[in-house]
């Protein structure tokens, strides 16, 4: 596919100073009807406002300016990342790399610096993208997003918050206030596994994250999260299933890696990487990620 970039189509540009006045706008703005988009980073929304992938928005409500959305908390509580929150700022932390090395992975995964400055995680699941690197990291590590409005604040589990590609439930008039993870229990390993034609520079064709807590030399409360091989970011509740409860071991492994290969769904693509190769991706990739959880060596 060739993208042809142009100018960015005309549109008001709205930059709340505080979190009250951004929700006041959001209100005003859905009551009215307007069409509106919300900027954090930028690096999803413009490129796609000036190659007209998205239609041109009445007004772009900037949150950059929010103080409140800012910041990446660690404590009893466990990790609250505010939408503003950057790629960069999760990537350096060396708490999130002690404490949810999926996640950490996969920020260190996502393109180049330049736009790791500007991204944030909030924009990367807003964005709805199937291949949005930090999803199967915030499924397999259990992640609740913060969906807040005039009317109020809901959480939504990370599995529910995906409605189709480019889609997600936030209602008109809402925005992610923050992304919150459990903290990790006893034991608690987690990793990320990216397979693009380029590694960070590029889309992922397939994304793995596990993540899993070693009791008694086993594995337990394993959760899969899977990127970029259905509609949108999923669980690997099948492979989920196999490997929950017991030893990991080879031949348990191998049936959880064939069980995530046969629940998912990837899409016709010419340009990436074909249904039948992810398939045989997410197995390659599964089976060493469940190793590595497991704490053994990782076969080819
Ligand atoms: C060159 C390049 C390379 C890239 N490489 C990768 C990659 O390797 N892996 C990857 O996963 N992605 C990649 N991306 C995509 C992009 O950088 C990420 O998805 C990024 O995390 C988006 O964050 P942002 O803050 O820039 O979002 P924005 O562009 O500001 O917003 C993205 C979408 O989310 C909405 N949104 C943002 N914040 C909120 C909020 N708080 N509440 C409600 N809605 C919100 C916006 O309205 C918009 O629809 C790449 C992009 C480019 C241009």
Known sequence: MVVFYRRLPNFGYLRPRDLDEALD???EETERGSKYRVLAGGTDLVPQLKS??????????DLKGIAALSGL?????????????????????????????ALSLAARNISARQIQNRATIAGNICNAAASADSAPPLLA???????LSRGGERRVAIEDFFTGPGRTVLDPGELVSEIRIPPPGEGARSLYLKLAARGRM????????AAGEAVNGGVENIRIGLGAVAPTPVRARKA?????????????VAEAASAAASEIEPREDSYRASPRYRRLMV?????RALEQIAGQETKA
């Open 25 to 27: 706008r959001l209100a």
């Open 52 to 61: 007209r992938a998205v239609a041109a928005p009445e007004f772009v409500i």
């Open 73 to 101: 908390e660690d404590g009893a509580e466990g990790l609250r990342i505010g939408s503003l929150a950057t790629v960069t700022e999760v990537a350096a932390s060396t708490v999130v790399a002690a404490r949810y090395p």
């Open 141 to 147: 590590l259990g992640a609740d997003v913060v969906c």
């Open 202 to 209: 590029d889309l992922a064709w397939v994304g793995v994250a």
């Open 240 to 252: 989920e299933a196999v490997a929950q409860g017991g030893l990991l071991n080879p031949d348990v």
């Open 283 to 287: 197995e390659v990739l599964t089976r």
